[in-house]
């Protein structure tokens, strides 16, 4: 049994999929630099995608 990927009638919500995965990438990446949390809604909860990142990075000094 295979899927079959439909694409929507409406020519304007074509590419909807791709920007949004882009902008969830991108954001992720942000997080990461800043050290800031990612909160997105898993399985049923609300968890942080960068937390383990932060906690293995918690130990490195920046350099002043």
Known sequence: MS???TLPKDSDLAG???A???A???AKELA???QTP???FE???VVDLTRQKRKAGAGI???S
Do not use: E, H, Q, S
Request: proline residues 4%; charged residues 50%.
């Open 3 to 5: 899927i079959k990927k």
């Open 16 to 18: 909807v999929d791709k």
């Open 20 to 22: 949004l995965r882009r």
């Open 24 to 26: 969830a990438r991108k």
């Open 32 to 34: 990461v630099k800043t």
């Open 38 to 40: 990612l909160y997105v």
């Open 43 to 45: 399985n049923g909860k």
């Open 61 to 63: 000094k920046k350099p």
